[in-house]
């Protein structure tokens, strides 16, 4: 599963490029960037537009967040030299929600060693849950594997055994949801690489691996969603959108006060922080 989606550089046909595009609320977001050492990402450019055609992190206006996605998408093309064509999506929205599942396999190859096949199989037979026909499947992510009765594997490729179970985490969307996202970036001209549910996508960015063994909760307050992911022990266990965030703060501000909306949201941005002492 990537982060960014794949496009051609103009001057450097052979250079591998990432695209990036988040559609928020209240801003649509593109990044264009390119491998560097030690794992990390060259940013070439990044443009923003800002959006008004999204509710909660739902399309609700397809021509307003097309156009929005041409905007960003022009900035970051003039800003990096790229041509760009594929792009790796965000996904969001109230609409998402998340459980556990499991599933266990028999292994029958060669002195019952593992393979990626066994794994792929595996992960399957986890898919194999009763959903209702307006949702889908967005990511299944692998929490642990179990080999013959041990627990506490995370690769378990190579090894050997008679019976393998996992337990995954399932985080689904709503279909029409997850379609309008498809179409308003193909109507800008783009095709979707892949599509990354929005805080799995942030906690790559920001969290580091010890983190995730302790135990840490991400918490990402849009415009109008805030995004949730818990890891534990390496892997995620919990994920969540919930549909109030910056623009009911805003809003609060707003009748609190009696003031105009552009006032509201200039006093949130210069005054308004979180202080724990």
Not at 11 to 22: A, K, Q, R, S, T
Not at 160 to 177: F, K, Y
Not at 220 to 231: E, K, P, Q, S, W
Request: glycine letters at 12%; aromatic letters at 4%; one cysteine or more.
């Amino acid at each position: 599963m990537g982060l960014f989606g794949k496009s051609r550089e103009t001057h450097e046909p052979e250079e591998e490029i990432f695209v990036g595009l988040d559609i928020g609320t209240t801003k649509v977001c593109a990044v264009v960037a390119s491998p560097g050492e030690h794992g990390k990402l060259n940013i070439l450019g990044i443009g923003n537009a800002p959006s008004d055609g999204l509710t909660r992190g739902v399309v609700t206006n397809i021509d307003k967040t097309v156009r929005s996605i041409e905007m960003a998408i022009h900035e970051a093309e003039a800003q990096s030299g790229v041509q760009i064509r594929t792009a790796t999506v965000g996904i969001a929205g109230d609409h998402i929600q998340s459980f556990q599942s499991r599933g266990v396999i028999a292994i029958s190859g060669p002195e019952h060693e593992i393979s990626q096949a066994d794994v792929d199989r595996l992960i399957e037979d986890t898919k194999r849950v009763a959903l209702p026909a307006d949702r889908k499947i967005i990511h299944v992510i692998p929490q642990e594997f179990i080999i013959d009765g041990q627990g506490g594997v995370y690769d378990p490729v190579g090894m050997s055994g008679v019976r393998m179970e996992a337990t995954v985490h399932i985080i689904t969307g709503l279909v029409t949801a997850a379609q309008n996202i498809y179409k308003c970036v193909q109507r800008a001209g783009l095709e979707v690489d892949d599509m990354v549910l929005e805080p799995l996508a942030s906690s790559y960015a920001v969290l580091d691996d010890e983190e995730k063994e302790i135990g840490v909760v991400l918490i990402d307050i849009g415009g109008g969603t805030t995004d949730l992911a818990v890891f534990e022990e390496k892997t995620i266990r919990h994920t969540a959108v919930i549909g109030i965030a910056g623009k009911k703060v805003t809003d609060d501000i707003r009748k609190g006060l009696g003031i105009l909306s552009e006032q509201a949201e200039r006093l949130k941005k210069e005054h308004g922080f979180a202080y724990l002492p």
